[in-house]
């Protein structure tokens, strides 16, 4: 049981180059998300998935795009990256929410991007 | 705008002492709060969370204390151990959805 794993784990990108992250979870989770945490910052949501094939605007979304074509895989993409897409990015899974109010999520170990 | 806190960037603790580590919030509705462990390179791990509709949870050495109306949180970790060295995050929860404050870092010393 691997629990939530991210590809890659380091990446270093010139500004205006295409990067996809990968995150996969084998919890069978209905929930997704990827996060972004810079210096001095705590966690900010980017975008999350209530489920396959679904996919909504977290707290700062712009530059971003995601996909959920499978239940256990979350992609972020960066169309054009931007140095201000240097970041730690974590992607994290949790268990549908049915009428709970509890929110603990299972977050990877976290991809350390670069944009120069 | 719901927002969390933690107005302490750092905190140093002797081994075997008590850690008190502090969050405020604002506008709070039917929330949970919940305390994130993260240490370097790794991502987040729940540690402890409490409903707003109690004041106190304790797990093993973890305790959150919620003060309502000061809109207050505390997590208390007695005795502090070495290992417990870490980024700690108080976090609130709305619907799974995660609001995280900035962060203290502990640092307890043997």
């Known amino acids: 049981n691997a629990g939530v794993t991210q590809t890659p784990k380091f990446r270093v990108l010139k500004t205006g180059q295409s990067m996809t992250l990968l995150c996969a979870q084998d919890m069978n989770h209905e929930y997704m998300y990827w996060y972004r945490q810079d210096p001095g910052m705590g966690l900010r949501l980017i975008h999350y998935?209530?489920?396959?094939?679904?996919?909504a605007k977290g707290e700062v979304p712009d530059g971003y795009n995601v996909s959920r074509l499978k239940k256990q895989n979350f992609l972020l993409g960066l169309e054009s990256a931007a140095p201000s897409q240097t970041s730690v990015y974590f992607c994290a899974s949790s268990y549908r929410l049915s009428g709970s109010l509890s929110g603990e999520q299972f977050f990877g170990p976290g991809t350390r991007l670069t944009v120069l | 705008d719901q927002q969390v806190k933690q107005n302490s960037p750092s905190l140093s603790v002797q081994e075997g002492r008590i850690s008190i580590l502090n969050c405020d919030y604002t506008n709070s509705m039917f929330d949970y709060f919940l305390w994130y462990k993260k240490y370097p390179a790794e991502g987040p791990t729940f540690l402890i969370s409490i409903s707003s509709i109690k004041d106190k949870n304790e797990d093993g050495r973890f305790t959150v204390f919620l003060n309502k109306s000061a809109k207050h949180l505390s997590l208390h970790i007695v005795p502090s151990q070495p290992g417990d060295s870490a980024v700690y995050f108080c976090?609130?929860?709305?619907?799974?959805?995660?609001?995280f404050g900035q962060g203290t870092i502990l640092t307890v010393h043997p």
């Open positions: 998935s209530v489920g396959e094939g679904t996919t």
């Open positions: 976090v609130r929860t709305s619907y799974g959805k995660l609001t």
